[in-house]
């Protein structure tokens, strides 16, 4: 009897390699949650929302404005004032773009009235992002970058940001200045970099330009034009890398491809901030920047082109680059047909003439570029901001649809291309 319960007893344990196995297991477990949730593939960066600044109606102004108020200051030549009537004429822009109480001539330029610029348009367009994302607190945003390429004063915008909304201690801080038109593009990728890393986070980005503090008011001619299309505007994006965040986002990031040629000294002066002789300051623009642009947007899309074409466009680019380099045909280049693998093209509007060679070069029609062309036209070229203005434009008209591809392409100083493409996770009702 006691036998039999002894081995009755001991049937009933657990063999030793059945423990083992069931540990293993369980380790096992706890190193794929652990690399799923720490090491796993880089988190997805969506587009919760964004706004795009209207500063009011009391700030629009047409060129003949402007340039009347210019005239009555007796700043400008009359050769000055000729040309710069002459450069608005074709700018492309119309009469509702918006423009600071300074070229109203209500008043001086000073740093006073920079700040309330930047405080109008960068505080108008956080706010309206804020009513448009209502679950999102501003204590929530893990990282904030303001981008302002020309006007970039201490404290810094950011920290005029952080001092009128609440925000978290820990909040880690960027402020980019001197990249040109480009820098909302490297805020991109900069917040993109950063959502790779810090998992469940929010990143908030501010693309802006101050006309009040890059007026300029000499006669030199090459430092004239931007007072002819440039104009006042600033955007507010808001992204996330949470997989919870997807249900309610917009789009989301597929690729970003950055490219500059500043090892040339061309390409580095082609934009340039600088003194006239009579000592007055502002932005210069060479004879050849649209040759610089077009050297960077050949490089870029070089990049970006076997990322997204489809692969029977890939074999005729490469078919016909062989045949140019290698067997020395006497062939034209060919320009890969970019409409395969985008449905929406968001081009900076720097001006009509580059709008112009861009549809040329890529071989676009007018629906392809009515975003850019009407943004020029109603906002002028608002700088980094100009992009975000297009893709609200396309919105509103109703033409993103779930599964469309959308190309952010822009120009900056240095001389930078960069481009961004999405995809849209759904219908974007206007």
Known sequence: MITALLLAS???E???????????????LVLLLFYF?????????????????????????????ILKMGKERGKFSPEAIAFQKMISERAGIGNSAYAPKVAIGQQTPCMIEAR??????????????????MFMSTKNINFLIVNSSLFSPTPSLSEMITNRYPMREDLKIYNLSGMGCSAGLISLDLASQLLKVHRNSYALIVSTENITHSGYYGNKRSMLIPNCIFRMGSAAILLSNRTADRGRAKYQLTNLVRTHTGASDDSYKCVSCEE?????????????????????????????????????EKLHFLTNLLGRKVFKMKISAYVPDFKLAFDHFCIHAGGRTILDEMEKSLKLNEWDMEPSRMTLYRFGNTSSSSLWYELAYSEEK??????????????GSGFKCNSVVWRALRNVEP
């Open 276 to 312: 006239d002789d009579a000592g007055y300051l502002g932005v210069a623009l060479s004879k050849n920047l649209m040759l610089v642009a077009g050297e960077a947007l050949k490089t870029n899309i070089m990049t970006l082109g076997p990322q997204v074409l489809p692969i029977y």
């Open 37 to 65: 949730i720490v090491l796993g593939p880089d988190p997805q960066v969506y587009l919760i929302n964004f706004s795009c600044n209207r500063p009011g109606e009391t700030f629009k102004l047409s060129y003949k404005d």
């Open 116 to 133: 309330k610029e930047a405080k109008l348009v960068i505080f108008g367009a956080i706010d309206e992002l804020l009513e448009k994302t």
């Open 10 to 12: 001991t049937t009933h």
């Open 14 to 28: 657990p063999p030793l390699h059945s423990i083992m196995i069931l540990m293993a297991s369980i380790l096992l």
């Open 398 to 411: 109703g033409r993103i649809k779930k599964g469309d591809r959308i190309w952010q392409i822009a120009f």
